[in-house]
């Protein structure tokens, strides 16, 4: 246990956070799991599945034998947890997350832990998944995925490089950058899509035809759509979170998307197709470099 | 050769047009392919790889040969395609095409081959694939996909049934409708999402952080862009034949999208949370009936 840790509380025991219990249960770096949860039906389950060793749903309790909190809920519930266990957490406790946003858990973190933030460490596991729930919770999750690690400029560096050396136990590749910047990133290549995606399948549901136009919706529709299959109340805690960033990704988008169409109101072929052009160049060029880092 | 034909020209021989011929010839429905082609070396590749039987690269000459012409195309190049075939056609020679738009089809028939419209079988087979060129095309690519026909009034019910029969041969299931409603329908379940992931991917191809932006983007990211690595001449050709309906979509959908952003301006998860959940139900309903489908 050299490397590693004795006690893992895990809040939220789903595909992230049963995952990462999952991974460092078989590299041997955990002794033993707490699953903290709302949902009994799920923790239990956890139990069974042998996510976590034992299981809890009174987090003041269940921190208090912590070595390491991992926070892997939707972020519009950490405020709260954190608060919950800010009285009991022990001096020594390395408190972490798995949300998918930044800026607002450093704030989070300075609000609820504003004497702990030493041993703070926001990260962003970057494995999406349409799953949820223990059931999803899998090894090899993390192979070759990217994790962020976004520390405060108080975060201690032995804090950060525990956490960072479980991630990489995960299979994971560690990045550093600040939350700002990680949210900016984020906003443009996952959070707008997403909306762009349920914006998109809701104005399809809401048609006249609709039933018709879902009859000939084939596999380009299948692919551009997945992400609107996303937990509701994740994204909408997701969007709230980071929404100067994404509001500024959708002035873009809707100015983009506006001179769009306004080439095709023209009638211009070849403005269209330079557009066309330089989408098709840098996703045939991307889509080479991910197949390739697996 | 009782139920099919004896020669089949099929101009543009790649994913469409020389799967078409592939599953013919398995089904013992055609006994001769004449491949055309603007590309030599592709038309040699169909024949090496016994896509076709013969090559030409004179349309005006191959369909004096032809029972049916297939055009497989971009909707782009299939009026000079008919003009230059209009003196040499045989009367008794069906005409039909694979376009994904069809009232524009409907137009170039009526103008380039007026005393054929007996003949001629407007036809939209939904296969689509990244992938084009001699190489792409398989077997069992139509086997349980969805091909639409568009006939004109003056379409002769012995030219539509043969159609019918050979994409029926091929595996697909045949749909009749009016060109302007396939059209709508398309506008709205394939041509807007193109557009969308197209203008989607040059904006973030555009950003000064672009670089880091491609370094983060994940499987969500993968999977709703996939179509942007379409045939931007195809596309091209797509958005300006369907202009009409596609501007039509466009403007719902950024009206949709600017309703989005309000709720998000001010922050009103409830709302956005509806939105979403709404996008989700919708889409793992059309997800479920759609793998059911095969």
Chains 1, 2 share one sequence.
Request: hydrophobic residues 50%.
């Amino acid at each position: 246990m050299q490397q590693g840790i004795k006690t893992l509380v895990v809040v939220g025991v789903g595909l992230i956070g049963g995952s990462f219990a999952l991974a460092l249960k078989r590299a041997g770096l955990v002794e033993r799991v707490i699953g903290v949860g709302r949902t009994l039906e799920n923790l239990q389950r956890a139990l069974q599945l042998g996510v976590v060793d034992e299981i809890s749903q009174d987090i003041a309790d269940a921190v208090t034998q912590a070595d390491m909190v991992l926070l892997a809920t939707p972020v519009g519930q950490m405020g709260a947890l954190l608060a919950a266990m800010a009285d009991t957490l022990p001096a020594h406790t390395i408190v972490t997350d798995a949300g998918s946003t930044k800026s607002d858990v450093v704030a989070l973190f300075r609000q609820h832990l504003p004497r702990q933030l030493a041993r703070c460490v926001p990260a962003h596991p970057i494995a999406g998944s349409d799953l949820s729930g223990a059931v999803a919770a899998q090894y090899g999750l993390y192979e070759n995925r990217k994790v962020v690690l976004a520390p405060l400029a108080e975060t201690g560096a032995d804090a950060s490089e525990l956490v960072s050396r479980l991630w990489q136990a995960c299979g994971a590749k560690v990045h550093v950058m600040s939350a700002a910047e990680h949210d900016a990133v984020f906003a443009a290549v996952s959070h707008l899509p997403h909306l762009l995606a349920f914006a998109y399948v809701d104005m399809i549901a809401g048609k006249d035809d609709a039933a018709r136009c879902f009859d000939f919706a084939a596999t380009g529709f299948r692919d551009f759509t997945r992400i609107a299959g996303s937990h509701p109340e994740m994204w909408r805690d997701i969007s709230l979170a980071n929404r100067a960033a994404l509001l500024s990704e959708l002035d873009d988008y809707r100015a983009a998307l506006g001179r769009l169409q306004a080439l095709l109101a023209a009638g211009d072929g070849t403005g269209l197709a330079e557009v066309f052009d330089t989408a098709r160049a840098a996703r045939v060029a991307w889509n080479q470099r991910f197949m390739r880092q697996g």
